[in-house]
Nanobody, 118 residues
């Protein structure tokens, strides 16, 4: 499974961006997906998750501002980000995992840069 993240860019504080993550595989509907981000000098942190049955969860810092979703017909996951703040800046990574029997396989995309100007 290969993941391709896109949609990052430069936005002013208070603005919006939508990130996309497209998977190469037809097994997309069986993947649990997530967005992570990493700011310079900081550890990578979990932003949001969405399971294969579209149960979602968010980090407290983005609740009410970010929306995670998926379109299985397009093999794509999205992250709609509203009211962006400078603290949201960083490289955003999409990831996925699935279970094959008792073995878990994890996959990562290459990251897309989000810059928020104050």
């Amino acid at each position: 499974v290969q993941l391709q993240a896109s949609g990052g860019g430069l936005v002013q504080a208070g603005g919006s961006l939508t990130l996309s993550c497209t998977a190469s595989a037809s097994v997309f509907s069986s993947l649990s997906m997530a967005w992570y981000r990493q700011a310079p000098g900081k550890r990578r942190e979990l932003v949001a998750t969405i399971t294969e049955v579209s149960v979602f969860n968010y980090a407290d810092s983005v609740k009410g501002r970010f929306t995670i979703s998926r379109n299985n017909a397009k093999n794509t996951m999205y992250l709609r980000m509203d009211n962006l703040q400078p603290s949201d800046a960083g490289v955003y990574y999409c990831s996925a995992h699935r279970w094959i029997g008792s073995r878990r396989s994890d996959y990562w995309g290459q990251g897309t840069q989000v810059t928020v100007s104050s």
